[in-house]
Each structure stands twice: as structure tokens, then as C-alpha cells.
């Protein structure tokens, strides 16, 4: 569970950063081209011992900065990594505003989502509105696709067309079709 590997990797990082020797500084000022060394740092030196990497780690001990319904969320997994991340950088007044939207909605912020929530907090623009008001937003994901299979279309469309040709004249024949049955409705 996300929860378990982040209280985890928390405690790990904290034992190897009180075992005495300062790695986290080795090398990051002296690289010629003063580029920043991630060697000697403890999520670098976890990342060997396990199977993430150094920023999958930095990720996971985010995630305790989060209130149990929100991790809760995560390790049923009906909230991502990347939305977790995002909201643990908010109070957790706000965190509990999105936890009772969540309630009253059963909706999950987007990642999208997400981050304007915590730029708006970080912009000291954040309330129980404007969290309802982005949580309540249609998301990409959430708005209606239609396919249309182009070998049941084919007859109707003249041949030759271009794709962008072919759309057009659906388009028109939809808009045709709709003004003649809004006639037939109005002889009624």
C-alpha cells in the first residue's frame, strides 16, 4: 500500500540521515561544471536498496503530508501518485474542504485539478467554493465521445472526400436533418 511505503521510506531516510556522515553534501559543489551530484543523498542511497527511484521516493514520503481519507483514497486506488502529491502541499483545512467534497460528490480531483487547487492555495485564494468550483468542473475524461464506424458511413459520404470533407458533410447532413424534424414538430 502507498501509505505503508511512505511511512516506510520516511523512517529509512531518517535512520540513514542521523547515521553521522554527511553524504547529502559530497560532491554538489565541487562538480566542475557545477552541476548538482545526487550521490552521497539518502533517497539516492534508499533508491539502491529498493526498487524506486530517488524522486518515486521523495513521492512516496510526500504522501504523509496528507489527512487518512485523502491516503485512504490512494491506497484504494481511486486517487493517483500524481494528485496525492499535489494536494499534500495544501493545509489541511483544504485537504478536509476536498475530502468533504469528495463526499458529497464522489468525484476525485483530476491531476489537472489538483494543481490548480494548490495554486490557489498557495495564491492565498482558497476556500470551500473555490475548491467546490474546480472540483466540479467536466473533466476531459468525463464528456461524451461518440465513434462513428466510417464502413457504416461510407455510402452516405461522396467519394473522394478528404477526412476534414468527410466530417463536414456529417456535420451538415446532422444540422439539415434536425431543421426538418424541428419542422415536422411545428406542423404537429
Do not use: C
Not at 70 to 77: A, I, Q, R, T, Y
Not at 80 to 104: C, G, P
Not at 162 to 173: C, F, L, M, R
Amino acid at each position: 500500500l502507498p501509505s505503508e511505503k511512505a511511512k516506510a521510506y520516511a523512517m529509512r531516510m531518517e535512520a540513514m540521515k542521523r547515521q553521522g556522515k554527511r553524504n547529502d553534501l559530497e560532491g554538489v559543489t565541487s562538480h566542475p561544471l557545477g552541476a548538482k551530484s545526487r550521490e552521497g543523498r539518502s533517497d539516492t542511497e534508499l533508491s539502491k536498496l529498493v526498487n524506486d527511484s530517488p524522486s518515486q521516493i521523495q513521492r512516496y514520503i510526500r504522501l504523509n503530508n496528507l489527512v487518512p481519507e485523502l491516503m485512504e483514497l490512494v491506497d484504494e486506488g481511486r486517487m493517483k501518485m500524481r494528485q496525492a502529491v499535489e494536494l499534500s502541499y495544501v493545509d489541511e483545512d483544504t485537504q478536509r474542504d476536498i475530502v468533504d467534497r469528495i463526499d458529497e460528490t464522489d468525484v476525485i480531483p483530476s491531476h489537472e485539478q489538483a494543481i490548480r487547487i494548490r495554486k490557489a492555495y498557495e495564491d492565498d485564494d482558497i476556500s470551500y467554493d473555490k475548491v467546490s468550483a474546480i472540483m466540479a468542473e467536466e473533466k476531459p475524461n468525463q464528456k461524451p465521445k461518440y465513434k462513428l464506424s466510417f464502413e457504416k458511413l461510407r455510402p452516405f459520404i461522396p467519394k473522394g472526400y478528404t477526412d476534414a470533407q468527410a466530417e463536414d458533410y456529417i456535420v451538415k447532413a446532422l444540422e439539415h436533418y434536425r431543421r426538418y424534424l424541428q419542422r415536422e414538430q411545428a406542423e404537429r
